[in-house]
């Protein structure tokens, strides 16, 4: 007996001692979004193989054909849901499956198709999928031709308006993916990554697998499971013997590592664990999983803490568009995005208000966000006509189940919120479906991952049936920052997140005077906007909120006074389609964001890197273009510096000091054409210098792309800003001119925009009116390698070219 063991010990030995470099890989992930058929409209035989789609549009998913159409308040979308069309579209892939993968498992994997979608292969119903920010698989090998043609059609009904309360797209908006396995593999989601212990000094690493069984027989084999570091070197390694009797079994292994490399929001250092199956000494499934080693905490007195250090999560809410992109996922799109919250200070997302694309997770993992990862807009009690209550008692148990085993093992993912505004917040007497949902939804979440729980609730109230239900490890407070400094004596021994927070309004390039006068639109939130600017514009002073909101500098003061705070999410990072609230039509996108809906920071960006990060700030604006003698107010957000001084003309208007609890200086000064300067000092020394000088007429083009180098995979882009300027480079603060794109080379131009909330101009197009100076293209690249020459030219100014590297 002992000698058998110590047989056993060696062919574990052996077996750790394989490299991961070394493993033979036998499975394959293909990107399947290349190369459909698409029509718009109905087709009742589209599902059948032998259908002739010859005349459908070719194209690629991700895919959104809602972005495509022209704006309408009369679409059954409503501006609310970003004035365009939606119905219902078809999509056709013919593929080949090798004659090599006969006895094998086929699967096809989407990460989210909006919705209502049903999927065929050669003609066998797969299923359907209503909610339209799922992913799911479908298992294609029963129905598979070997060496043969196989069609895969994809009915999507986005017909029935209005479903949701913004933009939702409509399509194959995110990728599709064909998995090939031998028929024992690591099963759909099959790891469970936990990190029981955490320290400085060591990590304990808990790994469960799922592992399933298609085949009929009994099979004898090994679980390898090993973690490798960023540089690609095992750090650990175990084996366990498994016997598969049934069709699915799991393996549950723990491992140890001797000082971790921890993960943060500013060292976001990434693990990979590789689980290899063997069975006698044929590796048949290799599955590799993102880990991150971190520990964190909420404390009801002293907030976040992450790694053992106090942190303060500085989160925005997103919505999932993209904007003149639409719907449909695009990961440099999405990563510039991340990139402009990371240069403001931002370190937290929070994915409102239903699963966001896997690819944006694995960027929160490489870039350091903190991810309050949300489930649902509504339960049983439904917000719009057709939307997902009337699925609810069907899907919801299976769509949150998949979607805590899809995203538990990013290490950006820090909570789940299982709610947004739920209407089951309220109810009297025998009503307490919300405390019932509540228990039920967290019990789901509990028995998948260990990570807190919480919901963003606005009614903040003790009868709050969600609050009430005392299932939440975090409560969520939307808006009432008023209630903040109150939260221990509200609700003692619990801990607080701000899930959403300001709701200021703000057109990017407009403002209103005087500054120090906030306007309230509308007065209530259940009354319409009876006052406001006739051309739909607000000011960019941050003195615009709603009713139920507040300015940014209200909230960032309670966030930064009140220590039991754990962080809060800010309604919005950048501007989104749809729900232009309160503003009726012709608005059709948001006015909340810091950032507008073509990515041009608003002037509050500034007040937030001033505030968020020690990157050197000094920000004066409004332009400098007015009626003389006009009273003008000069704002001035800076850090890093004791005063600032402005200058008008050379002459001196005096110096401003920040006092407590206050974010910006400003000035009110005369109009006088020519130039105002700011100079921030420290100590009496300059440590910046900013001015902003009168602008003569439209004079030239001026370009500028985020990246001069991009890939020739068919899907990279860059973002190429037009500035109309005068001869001086000046940016012309109200230039409204027309400008026309061309491109020279393998690229194409997948959108334009300009930021303008109330414009009716297609995002498809290559043309764009300028908005208060700016308007954008976004550059998308062939799969061919060389120069590309990008082209702007508007009447009677001198046109723009500029050279982008495809390779």
């Not at 966030?559 to 009726?584: R, S, V």
């Not at 990060?613 to 003008?632: A, R, Y």
Request: proline content about 4%; some cysteine; hydrophobic content about 35%.
């Amino acid at each position: 007996m002992q000698k058998l063991k110590y047989l056993s010990y060696l062919l574990l030995l052996t077996i750790l001692s394989q490299t991961v470099n070394g493993q033979t890989n036998t499975r394959t992930v293909e990107n399947l979004n290349k190369g459909w058929k698409f029509y718009l409209g109905d087709e009742v035989k589209a599902s059948n193989p032998d259908f002739n789609d010859q005349n459908w549009r070719s194209l690629n998913v991700p895919h959104d054909w809602s972005v495509e159409g022209s704006f309408s308040k009369d679409h059954p979308a409503t501006p609310g849901g970003g004035a365009l069309p939606g119905g219902t579209g078809w999509y056709r892939k013919t593929f080949i499956i090798p004659a090599t993968s006969k006895g094998k498992s086929v699967f096809i994997d989407f990460d989210g198709v909006y919705r209502n979608s049903e999927v065929w292969i050669n003609g066998h119903l797969l299923g359907k999928r209503p909610n339209g920010y799922i992913a799911f698989r479908y298992d294609l090998t029963p129905f598979l031709l070997y060496g043969k043609k196989n069609v895969l059609a994809v009915k999507v009904d986005n017909s029935e308006q209005p479903n949701s309360r913004w933009y939702s797209g409509s399509g194959i908006y995110r990728d599709v993916k064909l998995t090939t396995v031998n028929h024992v593999f690591v099963d759909l989601w099959g790891t469970q990554v936990r990190t029981p212990k955490v320290t400085s000094e060591i990590a304990n690493v808990s790994i469960k697998t799922q592992i399933r069984n298609n085949s009929t027989a009994v099979q004898q084999g090994v679980v390898k499971t090993s973690l490798v570091n960023a540089e690609g070197k095992v750090v650990t390694s175990t084996a366990t013997k498994i016997t598969l009797k049934d069709s699915i079994s799991f393996v549950e292994q723990l491992l140890s590592v001797s000082n971790p490399h921890l993960w943060s929001d500013t060292d976001p250092y990434l693990y990979k664990v590789v689980t290899t199956i063997l069975l006698g000494n044929k590796t048949v499934d290799q599955y590799e999983t993102t880990a991150g080693l971190r520990y964190f905490s909420f404390d009801k007195d002293k907030g976040f803490s992450l790694n053992g250090k106090p942190l303060k999560i500085r989160g925005v809410c997103n919505h999932h568009d993209l904007g003149a992109l639409g719907a449909a996922f695009n990961v440099r799109a999405a990563e510039r995005q991340l990139e402009m919250l990371k240069e403001m200070g931002c370190n937290g997302l929070r994915t409102s208000h239903n699963p966001p694309a896997e690819e944006l997770l694995n960027l929160c993992d490489k870039m350091g966000f903190i991810v309050m990862n949300e489930a649902f807009d509504m339960w049983k009690k439904g917000k719009n006509k057709y939307d997902y209550s009337l699925d609810w008692d069907k899907w919801h148990k299976r769509d949150l189940e998949d979607q805590i085993k899809r995203d538990r093992n990013h290490p950006s993912v820090f909570m789940w919120s299982i709610g947004n505004e739920i209407q089951e917040q309220w109810g009297t007497g025998a009503d307490t479906a919300g405390r019932v949902i509540t228990r039920e939804l967290t019990a789901i979440v509990k028995s998948l991952d260990d990570r807190p729980v919480t919901s963003a609730t606005n009614d903040i109230n003790l009868y709050n049936n969600l609050i009430f239900s005392n299932a939440y490890d975090l409560i969520g407070y939307n808006y009432n920052h008023d209630k903040f400094a109150k939260f221990p004596q509200t609700f003692p021994g619990k801990q607080l997140i701000g899930s959403e927070t300001v709701s200021a309004l703000q057109t990017r390039g407009h403002y209103d005077m005087p500054s120090d006068s906030i306007r309230v639109w509308p007065t209530a939130w259940d009354k319409p906007l009876l006052t406001g600017n006739a051309d739909l514009t607000c000011s960019a002073y941050d003195n615009c909120r709603t009713p139920w909101g507040s300015t940014h500098e209200e909230t960032l003061c309670e966030f930064n006074t009140n220590q039991h705070l754990a962080g809060m999410f800010i309604w919005t990072g950048f501007d989104y389609l749809g729900e232009p609230t309160p503003y009726p039509w012709p608005a059709r996108s948001s006015y909340f964001g810091i950032i507008d809906l073509a990515g041009f920071p608003k002037d509050v960006f500034y007040m937030y890197q001033s505030q968020w990060t020690n990157t050197p700030v000094l920000h004066i604006f409004p332009h400098w273009n007015w009626k003389p003698g006009q009273l003008v107010d000069v704002w001035a957000y800076y850090n890093n510096a004791d005063e600032v001084e402005l200058f008008l003309n050379g002459k001196s208007l005096g110096s401003k000091k920040k006092v407590q609890h206050e974010f910006h200086v400003y000035w009110r000064i005369p109009f006088e054409a020519g130039t105002i300067k700011a100079v921030s000092r420290k100590n009496g020394v300059t440590v910046l210098t900013k001015e902003i000088t009168t602008t003569g007429t439209p004079s030239k083009i001026i370009l500028t792309a985020d990246r001069n180098k991009i890939k020739a995979d068919g899907e990279d882009l860059s973002f190429i800003t037009a500035k109309i300027a005068d001869e001086k480079g000046n940016m012309i603060p109200n230039a409204d001119n027309l400008i026309q794109f061309t491109v020279s080379g393998d690229a194409s131009i997948a959108g334009v925009d300009n930021g303008n909330p109330t414009s009716m101009e297609s995002f498809k197009a290559s043309q764009r009116k300028a908005f208060n100076g700016l308007a954008l293209a976004i550059l998308k690249s062939g799969e061919k390698s060389g120069k590309v020459t990008f082209t702007a030219t508007a009447q009677g100014l001198v046109p723009a070219s500029i050279e982008i590297e495809v390779k």
